[in-house]
């Protein structure tokens, strides 16, 4: 049972514009979320996460807005950047120790 | 920052052998480790939670008989796919969630394993 889903599995962005990367959940219980961006052949790099407490969390290029009502949540990117081309995952957990559950992942092109 | 490696990066091994994959924490203590396992374009796929002096606690449809796990420390795990077939080639990766990270849920990743079975 997929309890984080990424239903959409690329996005293509001109170099400058936003990104806006979506993810829903069904489970509840997340008491926070996480976003995490992998290159090829690389183990996932740690982006930006959020408290469920928390509706909005900004680093930089980075936001992510949380949405618990609708069980949604989003990363936007802005301006988007030829290096942001990547797979970017969504991951949700419940326990202090850290098991996440991943969505499916989102393969951003940052075209020129 | 927080560093995990993985040895070694690549292994191509005959099937029947067993391989040993090991993930270090390089400058952090970590409380639990996680495999994870992923297929060509797909997501990551968690097949096992370690912690520290503990056995390991699989997902469903892993078979821990195939793939033991030792943490024997709070900077290594290692995680020994036992008499590998082809069906197992594919890309592994550890993560390890830091001792101090306050309930976050925070995980650092290492760099993944390439195991090819042939």
């Known amino acids: 049972d997929q309890q984080v889903k990424q239903n959409s599995p690329s996005l293509s962005v001109q170099e400058g514009r936003i990104s806006i990367l979506n993810c829903d959940y069904t489970?509840?219980?997340?008491?926070?979320f996480l976003w995490y961006k992998k290159y090829p052949a690389e183990g996932p790099t740690f982006l930006i996460s959020?408290?469920?407490?928390?509706d909005k969390n900004e680093d930089g290029r980075f936001t992510v807005f949380l949405n618990k009502s609708a069980k949604h949540l989003s990363l936007h990117i802005v301006p988007s950047q030829p290096g942001d081309s990547a797979v970017y995952f969504c991951a949700a957990g419940t326990d202090s120790w850290g098991k996440l559950q991943f969505g499916a992942g989102t393969q951003v092109v940052v075209t020129p | 920052g927080a560093v995990v490696s993985q040895h070694p990066s690549r292994v191509i091994c005959k099937s029947g052998t067993s391989v040993k994959i090991e993930c270090r924490s390089l400058d952090f203590q970590a409380t639990t480790m996680f495999w994870y396992r992923q297929f060509p374009k797909q997501s990551l796929m968690l097949m096992a939670t370690?912690?520290?002096?503990?056995?390991?606690?699989?997902e469903q449809g892993v078979e821990k008989d195939k793939f033991l796990i030792n943490h024997a420390s709070l900077t290594l795990s290692t995680l020994t796919v036992t008499s590998a077939h082809p069906e197992d080639s594919s890309f592994y990766i550890c993560s390890a969630h830091p001792r101090t990270s306050g309930g976050r849920g925070e995980q650092f990743f290492g760099p993944g394993t390439r195991l090819t079975v042939l």
């Open positions: 370690s912690n520290e002096g503990s056995k390991a606690t699989y």
């Open positions: 959020i408290s469920s407490i928390k």
């Open positions: 489970n509840s219980m997340f008491d926070y």
